[in-house]
């Protein structure tokens, strides 16, 4: 497991830390400045509020909305990123971990690697090259039910093309009234089937109406979205 000590106003207080990851450097280096530099999660700061999130990756996001975080729900399925997620967040006394994937089945699947040296990240490929490893998934109203979530203020999700699956599931649509914000990344998929322009119209069958926000650095092959049900103010 890599590290780097890491200073930024957005992060812990503006003094310096070590952030663990088992991401490339340059995977890594984009992370911290999506996150901490251009802010792509500004809107989905909620104070006291109560988040889930589904890819949590190494932790960065919650570490950006620790500040203002009552409870968090950190669901990373990767044992890699896993491990790194919770050397980073051990700070943090209101964050539970989840070692599985939120999905639309609940028996374990393939998540696979994208490319040579990478992490295993995504259930959607037209082939696998790369290997991966076979992780735990569960359908997000079982999640809910299994822990008690009644309301979620913010919902984060970077689950690298699944978010096609999960949000047209009835088991989606059984949660999809606790849940006041959405926020977080539509991909392009490896599959060449999945386009974040159909999440509007996934959505809108729930009760959300969706918002493409134009990236300031436009990253390959996705596009940063904010969804919010409607009526909020």
Same mark, same amino acid.
Do not use: C, R, T
């Given at each position: 497991m &890599?590290? &780097?000590?890491? &200073?930024? &106003?957005?992060?812990?207080?503006?003094?310096? *830390?070590?952030?663990? +990851?088992?991401?490339?450097?340059?995977?890594f280096k984009t992370q911290l400045a999506e996150i901490f530099e251009v802010e792509h999660y500004r809107e989905g700061i909620v104070k006291d509020g109560v988040y889930v999130d589904l890819g949590a990756n190494i932790g960065l996001t919650a570490l950006y909305f620790s500040p203002f975080a009552r409870k968090y729900y950190a669901v990373e399925p990767s044992s890699e990123c896993f491990e790194a997620l919770k050397l980073n967040t051990k700070g *943090?006394?209101?964050?539970? +971990?989840?070692?599985?994937?939120?999905?639309?089945i609940d028996e374990p699947q393939n998540l696979l690697r994208a490319n040579e040296g990478s992490v295993p990240q995504t259930f959607f490929m037209r082939e696998n090259k790369f290997g991966g490893e076979k992780v735990q998934c569960k359908k997000i109203d079982q999640f809910f039910e299994e822990n008690n979530i009644d309301h979620v203020d913010v919902l984060k999700i970077d689950v690298e093309g699944a978010e096609f699956v999960i949000f047209p599931d009835d088991a989606f649509g059984r949660v999809a009234d606790k849940i006041d914000l959405i926020i977080g990344e539509a991909h392009y998929n490896m599959t060449g089937v999945g386009i974040p322009e159909i999440i509007p119209v996934i959505l809108k069958k729930w009760g959300f109406k969706t918002e493409f926000v134009k990236l300031k650095h436009p990253n390959f092959g996705y596009k940063l979205w904010f969804t919010q049900r409607d009526g909020r103010t």
């Open positions: &890599k590290s &780097k000590l890491v &200073k930024h &106003k957005n992060l812990n207080n503006g003094q310096e *830390m070590e952030i663990y +990851y088992p991401l490339s450097d340059d995977e *943090m006394d209101n964050i539970e +971990y989840f070692n599985f994937a939120i999905l639309s």
